[in-house]
C-alpha cells in the first residue's frame, strides 16, 4: 500500500520568506506525485503535478516541486511567499494505473504580512 | 474547463434521516469519481470509488450499506447517507477523472453535512 507523509504541520512564514514543505511517500513501483493548495473556504485545487521526465517540475502561482527518486521525496517549494498564499497544502500520490489517490496529512501554511 | 460541481454545499439534517449528495463533472465526462471524507484539521480519507455504470468499491472501513453510491451516468454519481449520525458529521468532498489527462482527479467544492 502507498502512504505519504508531510512533516511539517504547520508552518508559519514572513512575506518574502523562502519555503520549502516536505513529503516523502511510501510505494515500490512507478508514481504519480501531486501538490494541492486548499485557500480557507475553498476547495482543493492542483498546484502541479509530475507524472514523468524533468523531475523538476513548475506549477502555478509560483511554485516548484523536485521529485527525487532515491530519496522517495517530492517536496514543494516557492522563492517568496505572499500573504496569499497562506492555505494548506496536501501532497498526494496515486499508483501508475492512477486508481487511488492517497492524501498526506496537510500542512498549514501562515504568512505573516 | 474540468469543473467539478457538489450540491449541496452544506446540509443539516436529524439523526436517522437520510441525506443525498450530488457530484457533477460539468464539462468532461467522468469514468471514475471518487468520494472523500475529511475530518477537522485532517487530509482528505478515500471513502470508495465508482465507475460509471459499475458497483462502487469502498475502502476498508467504510460501510457501504451506510454509505450509497450510484454512478448512474458519466457526469453524476451521488451519495447517500443513510441513517445519518451525529459522528456523520463531516466535509465530503468528491473528485473526478475523466478519460483525458491521465491519473489527474478535479476535485468538487465539497458538501458540509451536519447531523443533529
Known amino acids: 500500500a502507498q502512504s505519504v507523509s508531510q512533516h511539517n504541520h504547520h508552518v508559519i512564514l514572513s512575506e518574502a520568506a523562502s519555503l520549502e514543505l516536505g513529503c516523502n511517500y511510501s510505494y515500490g513501483g512507478t508514481v504519480n506525485l501531486f501538490w494541492y493548495v486548499q485557500y480557507p473556504g475553498q476547495h482543493l485545487q492542483l498546484l502541479l503535478k509530475y507524472f514523468s521526465g524533468d523531475p523538476l517540475v513548475k506549477g502555478i502561482k509560483g511554485f516548484e516541486a523536485e521529485f527525487i527518486k532515491s530519496k522517495f521525496s517530492f517536496n514543494l517549494r516557492k522563492p517568496s511567499v505572499q500573504w496569499s498564499d497562506t492555505a494548506e497544502y496536501f501532497c498526494?500520490?496515486?499508483?501508475?494505473?492512477?486508481?487511488?489517490?492517497?492524501f498526506g496529512g496537510g500542512t498549514r501554511l501562515m504568512v505573516k504580512p | 474547463g474540468a469543473v467539478v460541481s457538489q450540491h449541496p454545499s452544506r446540509v443539516i439534517c436529524k439523526s436517522g434521516t437520510s441525506v443525498k449528495i450530488e457530484c457533477r463533472s460539468l464539462d468532461f465526462q467522468a469514468t471514475t469519481m471518487f468520494w472523500y471524507r475529511q475530518f477537522p484539521k485532517q487530509s482528505l480519507m478515500l471513502m470508495a470509488t465508482s465507475n460509471e455504470g459499475s458497483k462502487a468499491t469502498y475502502e476498508q472501513g467504510v460501510e457501504k450499506d451506510k454509505f450509497l453510491i450510484n454512478h448512474a451516468s458519466l457526469t453524476l454519481s451521488t451519495l447517500t447517507v443513510t441513517s445519518a449520525h451525529p459522528e456523520d458529521s463531516s466535509f465530503y468532498i468528491c473528485?473526478?477523472?475523466?478519460?483525458?489527462?491521465?491519473?489527474?482527479?478535479?476535485f468538487g467544492p465539497g458538501t458540509r453535512l451536519t447531523v443533529t
Open positions: 498526494a500520490v496515486t499508483n501508475n494505473a492512477g486508481n487511488m489517490l492517497t
Open positions: 473528485s473526478a477523472r475523466g478519460g483525458g489527462v491521465a491519473y489527474e482527479q478535479y
